[in-house]
């Protein structure tokens, strides 16, 4: 039989976590390796609710499971000397859990990459170990264009916009991946499980603060918290200040519909600990105009639902974005972006950069990406 090797998690055991093993086991004998604790404190920023020993325990139990361990390695690869070692026919993943980096990883090592579409058994509901957590449901943010006005340097040589969604924790977000993970950090110490009823913008205002005490040397841009805390899509117009002088926002269902339809998401991996964005920097007046420019081009192909200049506008942005930061994105995300934008009409690197999400706009689906829910008024 084909050895069919899969890798995670696998964090208070469910009906999805089952389905997902049978599917594989389907392809031939099962292997799984599985992130020890060390390695999902890192990737994830928490500690698992069950040990890696448990965790080892309960997924060899399984009786499609052939053989399970612990992966001797860390990061996203973690399972690089595993599977060098085992040499399996296939590596099966979940859509978000299909990573570039494994795909290529197989490619080299001549192995089959296949990508399951999260199919349920039969008569049972979907099941994910984030919906199970219902411990935290404070949302992360996507900032679709204009980021970096949020800066005063930037938004000081030309106002600005910066147009943010909040995202629905369908997915637990890979820890420094650009959807405002320390702010969303900070709002679980405030808040503990959700956003709280009453004026969003004062809540914003309080997480902004929270998180920036006097004396803080780098500020967090405020469209962190505002992006996490206002519900829909929102337009945060900067005047060389932290804080916005207005703020525009569409809770609009038939829109917000519209643009969870064709947004695309394509995993990268978590920021790299000696990520420096802010050096070689081109902050002028000129590359500030041209990003702030996107955002109003931006905004106004969403009210309109304009696809096409939707996602010329996002390009647009995010190239303003890379001139004035450059090392926003490298080679490796350079090579992960030329196999998908021939297929999209825009394209953008979630938050910041260094690793994280690419951000597809596309009619059509966009082959192993995920799509995401934003969150509507309370």
């Not at 595993?82 to 490619?107: A, M």
């Not at 947004?263 to 964005?277: C, G, Q, T």
Request: aromatic fraction near 10%; proline fraction near 4%; charged fraction near 25%.
């Amino acid at each position: 039989m084909k050895k069919v090797f899969v890798s995670g998690c696998y964090d208070m055991l469910h009906s999805g976590h089952v389905a997902f093993f049978e599917e594989a086991a389907g392809y031939g004998e099962l292997y799984v390796g599985i992130g020890s604790d060390k390695t999902i404190g890192e990737l994830k920023a928490r500690k698992t609710f069950n040990n890696e020993q448990e965790r080892l325990y309960m997924v060899k139990a399984l009786k499609c499971v052939k053989d399970a361990w612990i992966n001797s390695g860390g990061g996203l690869l973690d399972f690089d000397e595993d599977i060098r070692h085992l040499q399996p026919d296939i590596f099966f993943v979940n859509s978000d859990g299909h990573s570039t980096l494994k795909e290529n990883l197989c490619r080299e090592l001549g192995i089959e990459y296949i990508v399951s579409k999260r199919v349920p058994h039969e008569g049972l509901p979907v099941r994910s170990t984030t919906a199970l957590r219902e411990e935290c449901r404070i949302p992360y943010r996507i900032d679709l264009a204009g980021g970096w006005l949020d800066q005063p340097p930037v938004s000081s040589l030309c106002p600005g916009a910066v147009l943010t969604i909040s995202i629905e924790p369908d997915y637990e977000f890979n820890d420094r991946s650009g959807m405002s993970t320390s702010s969303r950090k900070k709002a679980i110490e405030l808040w503990q499980v959700d956003i709280p009823t009453g004026d969003k913008v004062q809540l914003a205002r309080t997480l902004f603060c929270y998180e920036n005490p006097p004396g803080t040397r780098y500020i967090s841009g405020s469209q962190d918290s505002l992006g996490i805390v206002m519900p829909g899509l929102n337009k945060l117009f900067y005047e060389g200040d932290f804080w916005p002088s207005y703020i525009e926002s569409i809770t609009d269902d038939s829109l917000l519909n519209w643009i969870e339809e064709r947004l695309w998401l394509v995993p990268l991996y978590p920021r790299h600990d000696d990520y420096d964005v802010l050096s070689q920097t081109d902050i002028t007046a000129a590359n500030a105009r041209q990003l702030s420019d996107a955002a109003n081009e931006c905004w106004d192909a969403l009210k309109n639902k304009d696809v096409e200049s939707f996602g010329n506008a996002l390009r647009r942005s995010f190239e303003a974005q890379i001139k004035m930061y450059p090392h926003m994105v490298d080679s490796n995300i350079y090579d992960v972006l030329n196999q998908y934008k021939d297929k999209a009409l825009g394209w953008k690197l979630s938050g910041a950069g260094g690793g994280g999400y690419l951000i597809f706009v596309s009619e059509t689906p966009i082959e192993n990406a995920i799509q995401v829910r934003i969150r509507r008024e309370q």
